[in-house]
């Protein structure tokens, strides 16, 4: 089994170590406080493989299900939890756009926070997929384009730190997860196409 960090996550990892090996000699203390920093950043930001359960819809993001009806699926993700994102079907990236906001906890308000917004068309028409940011969260990494052709359980993007997903079904899909589920990004399949 390979380990792989998501993309753009070094400097993270980096940091923490550099400056443990720097104070090391003024203060172990402090070393091992910042090695420990490094181990959760390296944890955190763990981008491991994943294969979808079985045909369907897969979730864009780990986490809780928070909500979930007919139409929108949100999902929030802790800090223990795998935050790259996947897309759910395969697609054409139509649109992506960001809006700020505020940084309050993502399972409260999620759409008054900063978010990025990214239209993909399907098959069976457009959907769309929402990352949230979240208290500690101050920037939304989106990996994709208009334009851009994607895979059921392709890596798109990222949210550091506590952040949510709010995803919709495309026409065509029934809505299979429940409130309070846990799932997990390009395996758990969350909406079957209706037979």
């Given at each position: 089994?390979?380990?792989?960090?998501?993309?753009g996550s070094?400097?993270?990892?980096?940091a923490p170590?550099a400056?443990?090996?720097l104070?090391?000699s003024?203060?172990?203390?402090?070393?091992?406080?910042l090695?420990l920093v490094?181990?959760?950043m390296?944890?955190?930001h763990?981008d491991?493989?994943r294969?979808?359960?079985g045909?369907?819809?897969?979730s864009?993001?780990?986490g809780r299900?928070?909500?979930?009806?007919?139409k929108h699926?949100y999902?929030?993700?802790g800090?223990?939890d795998?935050?790259?994102?996947?897309?759910?079907l395969d697609?054409?990236v139509?649109s992506v756009?960001?809006r700020?906001g505020?940084?309050?906890?993502?399972?409260?308000?999620p759409?008054r926070n900063?978010?990025?917004i990214?239209e993909?068309e399907?098959e069976?028409?457009r959907?769309?997929?929402k990352?949230?940011s979240?208290?500690a969260a101050r920037?939304?990494?989106?990996w994709v384009?208009p334009?851009?052709?994607?895979r059921?359980?392709?890596?798109?993007?990222?949210?550091?730190f506590?952040?949510?997903?709010v995803?919709?079904?495309?026409p065509?899909y029934r809505i299979?997860?429940r409130?309070?589920?846990?799932?997990?990004a390009?395996?758990?399949?969350?909406?079957e196409?209706r037979g």
């Amino acid at each position: 089994m390979s380990f792989r960090l998501a993309p753009g996550s070094m400097p993270w990892v980096a940091a923490p170590f550099a400056a443990s090996l720097l104070v090391y000699s003024l203060s172990r203390a402090l070393s091992l406080i910042l090695l420990l920093v490094t181990a959760f950043m390296i944890h955190f930001h763990r981008d491991p493989e994943r294969f979808p359960e079985g045909d369907g819809m897969v979730s864009p993001a780990d986490g809780r299900v928070v909500d979930a009806d007919e139409k929108h699926i949100y999902i929030f993700m802790g800090p223990m939890d795998v935050h790259v994102n996947r897309s759910p079907l395969d697609g054409v990236v139509r649109s992506v756009e960001f809006r700020s906001g505020e940084h309050s906890p993502a399972f409260r308000h999620p759409l008054r926070n900063a978010h990025s917004i990214i239209e993909i068309e399907t098959e069976t028409g457009r959907f769309t997929l929402k990352q949230i940011s979240g208290m500690a969260a101050r920037r939304v990494v989106c990996w994709v384009s208009p334009g851009d052709r994607l895979r059921r359980g392709q890596r798109i993007g990222m949210i550091r730190f506590g952040s949510g997903v709010v995803v919709t079904a495309p026409p065509g899909y029934r809505i299979t997860v429940r409130k309070g589920e846990h799932v997990r990004a390009g395996q758990t399949v969350i909406a079957e196409l209706r037979g």
